[in-house]
Each structure stands twice: as C-alpha cells, then as structure tokens.
C-alpha cells in the first residue's frame, strides 16, 4: 500500500474534465485507488466519487493505492496532480 | 479496428421505363409513345426547355428530364404549325432521355411523331408542374443519392433510430431481438442499406430480401414480423446514433462524463457515435434504452453531462457549501 499527500494547483480545481482525466488514467492500473478528503472515502476510478469530493484549487488530497502496479500508479497519478492536470 | 461505414455508392443511371414503372401511379403517367423505354437517366434535376425552343441551345441541359409545363405548351401554341415544328424540332438536335407534359396538355400527332421518330418517349400526367416536379424531383433525388451497405442492426427505439455495429459474433442481433421484445422495433439487421437524404440527413433501411428476417446463432432464420406482429418492424428510420460494441479493454478508452461527444462520418454525415464495452453480466438492452433517451433530452435542450459539470463548478466556487446531504432530515424523522 502506498499513500500520498497531493494538492490541487490548478485555478478551477478538480472540475468535470480533470476529474474524467484522473479516473480515465487510473482505469489503466490494477491497483486500488482511493481519495480522502474532509472525512470522506471515495473510489478514485468512480467519476462521480471524484466530481462529489468538488476539490478546489489549494485543498489537500490523500490518496491511497494497493495493488501489484502500485508503485507506477501511485507516481503516474500524482504526476498527473502536480502538473494541475495541464491545466492553468 | 475501429468501426468504418461501407463504400459509397452511386446509381450512374435509371431506365426511363425505371421511372416509368416507379411514377405511373403517384404521377398518374400515361404513355403517348410507346418508344425509347431503355434511354438512360442519369441526372437527379430537371429541365424545363422554354429556351431552348426559343431557338436558345448554348446551355441546354438536354441529357435531363424534360416537363413540359403550361408556359411550354402555350408558346408551342402560339405559333404556326411549321414553326412550331421546326421549334419543337431543335430539340432533337440533342439526345435526350424523356418528355414528361404536365397539366392535361396535349401534343399535336405531328410532334409526337417526331419524338417518336428519334426514340424520344413522351408521358403525360393531369398532376399541375409544381406537384409534379416536386414528385419527380424527389424520386429522382432518392434514386441518385449516395448510398452505402453497411454490416450491422438498426432499430427504432422510442423513436430514435440506433445503429448497432461491431465485429461479427458480437451481440448485435441478440441486442436487437431483446429490444424488440420490450416493445421497440426492427428495421434491419445484418445488411443496413443507408441513403443520404437532402444535406445531411441519413436514413436507413433492410434490403428488399432480408427485410425483417434475422439469424439467432444456434436457432437460424427467424422471421420478425410473424413472431413478434406488424407493431414490431418498420420499413426505414433516420439513422441518429451509431452504437459501437466492444469487447471491454483496460486499455481501451471510453468516455466517462459523455461531456466529449464524438461522431463518426457515415456518408461525408457527422453521426453521434457511442462506444460501448460489453462484458458478461451487462445488460446492452437497457444501455441502449437509455442512450435513446439521452439523445431525445439532448434534442430537447438538457444535456445531463454539462449540467452536472456546472453545478460541480458552482459548488468548487463557493467553499463553504461542500458535501452537502442531498436533503436535511427532519428531527425524528426515521424515513
């Protein structure tokens, strides 16, 4: 299991199109993936799960992954969260 | 191996007899000659010849349908039966594929045999030239439009038509036959011959063979129509969306908002083009139910995906609101 702290940078948050990016990519591992935010548990390859957490720009993340692909994953995804889902 | 629509083609020409046969009832046709039922079509407009018996040839577009209409018959009139001859004559100086004379007019003999002469055949129909250029015109529109044969099953689903495609072996007559038992109905299945209508309008029909016979893997042919009863088929539809079935891939992307519409072009048409993964235990049937519905809400004006995105930006906007229970319960309220 792995986890990491990530934090939302760009301006409009983790709206409808970063939020399709983010479950898109995760579909691609076998790992479980998971968000934490503000007492909530949410599936991080659910669209809906991760649109309902409504993350804006500076607000914290947990994430949480467990599987064999964990590793490339876990850094493939919080890749995508420090480029602000190449957004402004 | 994504899905490619079939080869476009083209009919190069109709017989006149073709029309013939085709026309004589809507148009209520009656042959003044009996010559010249072989002569090629091959042009959807027509023509209407008044300059061109005016003596005026340059641009005649002889090889068209020619009506003659009131203004034609009564500038005939108006002149000595030599001249109008020799008007009437300038006209065979070109090949061309047929008279039709509108409004009850009738031809001189001398005339007709001339047409008769040079293999010319000539119809008469009581229809005024507005109708009947408008029923010959959309006849002749329909039979050179661009065609194409593609391999799939088309239904109508509460009235939105759904274009099934996808490897063979996939599913998609076990699809449509389920749709058809919940009540929608068959145009075609396995050969779906699609015509583009006007600009931009496709519409779908069964091949006059096939029509509403489809093959169950493991049962054979069954015909539609007897088992299911007249309300189940249908004998074309406008081609609305085409649903793609696919084997599901981790690696395969599919779309998960349905915020980045795609199409697909289908006879040079940008047609809405769903991909759907298939994998045991799904249930196609009600999918399919429910893209027919989106598509009409969309139609309607409410596209589900962007109001969704917008509520979510308005709810990233203000900070403090977030996750927020649907509804606050009442105080002993245990419903």
């Known amino acids: ?88 | 191996m994504s899905f490619k629509p079939g080869k476009e083609i083209r009919k190069e020409y109709i017989t006149v007899g073709f029309l013939y046969e085709a026309l004589k009832g809507r148009l209520k046709l009656e042959t003044v000659t009996n010559v010249g039922f072989e002569n090629h079509i091959n042009d959807k407009n027509l023509h209407r010849p008044g300059l061109a018996l005016a003596g005026y040839v340059a641009l005649f577009t002889y090889h068209r349908v020619q009506v003659f209409g009131n203004t034609e018959m009564r500038y005939l009139q108006s002149m000595p039966l030599e001249k109008r001859i020799e008007s009437f004559g300038t006209l065979f100086k070109f090949q061309i594929p047929c008279i039709i004379i509108t409004d009850n007019n009738t031809m001189d003999v001398e005339l007709v045999k001339i047409a008769s002469d040079h293999n010319v055949p000539v119809f008469r129909t009581p229809l005024e030239t507005t109708k009947a250029i408008y029923f010959l015109g959309d006849f002749l529109d329909d039979q050179f439009s661009p065609q194409a044969s593609i391999h799939g099953s088309f239904v109508d689903v509460y009235g939105v038509g759904l274009l099934f495609v996808g490897r063979s072996g996939i599913g998609k007559s076990e699809i449509t036959l389920d749709l058809i038992e919940r009540g929608h109905r068959l145009v075609a299945d396995d050969v779906v011959s699609i015509t583009r209508k006007g600009e931009g309008i496709l519409m779908g029909a069964g091949t006059d063979l096939v029509k509403h016979f489809m093959e169950i893997r493991g049962l054979g042919i069954i015909d539609v129509r007897s088992i299911f009863g007249i309300r189940s088929i249908r004998f074309q539809k406008r081609v609305e969306v085409v649903v793609e079935l696919m084997e599901w891939k981790a690696d395969a992307e599919f779309t998960r908002t349905g915020l980045d519409e795609s199409t697909i072009p289908i006879l040079e048409v940008e047609t809405p083009h769903v991909k759907l993964p298939i994998f045991p235990g799904k249930n196609i049937t009600v999918i399919a139910e429910v893209i027919a519905l989106n598509y009409l809400l969309k139609h309607y004006g409410y596209d589900a995906a962007q109001e969704f995105a917008k509520k979510l930006e308005k709810v990233i906007a203000q900070k403090s609101q977030k996750n927020k229970r649907a509804i606050d319960y009442f105080e002993h309220d245990f419903e």
Do not use: Y
Request: no cysteine.
């Open chain 1, 1 to 88: 299991m792995i986890e990491k702290t990530v934090t939302i940078k760009n301006r409009a948050g983790l709206h409808t199109r970063p939020a399709a990016a983010l479950v898109k990519l995760a579909a691609k591992f076998q790992s479980e993936f998971f968000i934490f935010k503000d007492g909530m548990e949410i599936n991080g390859k659910s669209i809906i799960g991760v649109m309902t957490l409504a993350a804006e720009q500076g607000s914290t993340l947990l994430l949480k992954f467990v599987g064999e692909d964990e590793e490339i994953s876990s850094k493939e995804i919080v890749g995508l969260f420090e480029r602000g889902f190449d957004e402004a």
